[in-house]
């Protein structure tokens, strides 16, 4: 069984498409991340949802609109992409959103999408 | 503004020859710092959770310790599999509930 499952794997589109990435987890987590991970391996918190209710939104362009239909899933959707929005996109989970934190976060396998 | 620097970029090992990784944090307030291990392809996974200066943790062949300014992750007697980036993150006590990553070290191991 997959902890977390992102899908698709993989997108390549052209640019000024609009493209959905969905998650789910599986282990009864209360909270979900958006990451993204650039070429250099760098890994930026983007959003999180705790019981599907919105507690940390960096600062991404607002092309991106994630969405919690349910405190299983969170989806994102990105409008009118750009070549720099290439990268891999993770989403992650967390039984604990806030107080104590073990830092323990369930990634998926990852999306990675590439803007032609 | 909290940062997180790891170095080595890259490091290739030879099977069994033991090395350290390491991750200076500058951050207002440490709430805790987490490693994590990426295979290529795949999401990164949890390791290691360290609260305060003087704590150490151990799995396996890996041994993660913290000070005040930085931690190391030692990697006794090193095997193939083991061959993965490794990242560091830390959580600052008033930041919000998130984590703020380096950009790891590829660590390589040799048969």
């Known amino acids: 069984d997959t902890a977390v499952s992102q899908t698709p794997k993989y997108l390549v589109t052209q640019m000024g498409n609009d493209k959905s990435i969905k998650c789910e987890q599986n282990l009864g987590h209360d909270t979900m991340y958006w990451y993204k991970q650039d070429s250099k391996k760098f890994l930026k918190i983007m959003f999180s949802y705790n019981n599907k209710e919105l507690i940390i939104n960096e600062t991404v362009p607002n092309r991106f609109s994630p969405k919690s239909p349910d405190k299983a899933h969170l989806n994102l959707h990105i409008n009118s992409l750009e070549l720099g929005d290439s990268a891999v996109y993770f989403c992650?989970?967390?039984?604990?959103?806030?107080?104590?934190?073990?830092?323990?976060?369930?990634f998926g396998e990852g999306s990675r999408l590439t803007v032609l | 503004e909290d940062q997180v620097t790891q170095s080595p970029e890259a490091l290739r090992l030879q099977e069994g020859e033991s090395s350290s990784l390491n991750c200076s944090y500058t951050v207002s307030g440490l709430r805790g710092l987490f490693w994590y291990r990426q295979d290529p392809g795949k999401g990164p996974e949890f390791l290691f959770t360290l609260y305060s200066a003087g704590e150490e943790k151990e799995k396996e062949r890996l041994k993660a310790t913290l000070t005040k300014k930085e931690s190391f992750l030692h990697i006794t007697a090193p095997k193939p599999e083991d061959s993965a980036t490794y990242l560091c993150?830390?959580?600052?006590?008033?930041?919000?509930?998130?984590?703020?990553f380096g950009t790891g070290t590829r660590l390589t191991v040799i048969p």
């Open positions: 992650a989970s967390s039984q604990v959103a806030g107080g104590p934190i073990t830092g323990e976060l369930f």
């Open positions: 993150a830390v959580q600052a006590r008033a930041g919000a509930n998130n984590l703020f």
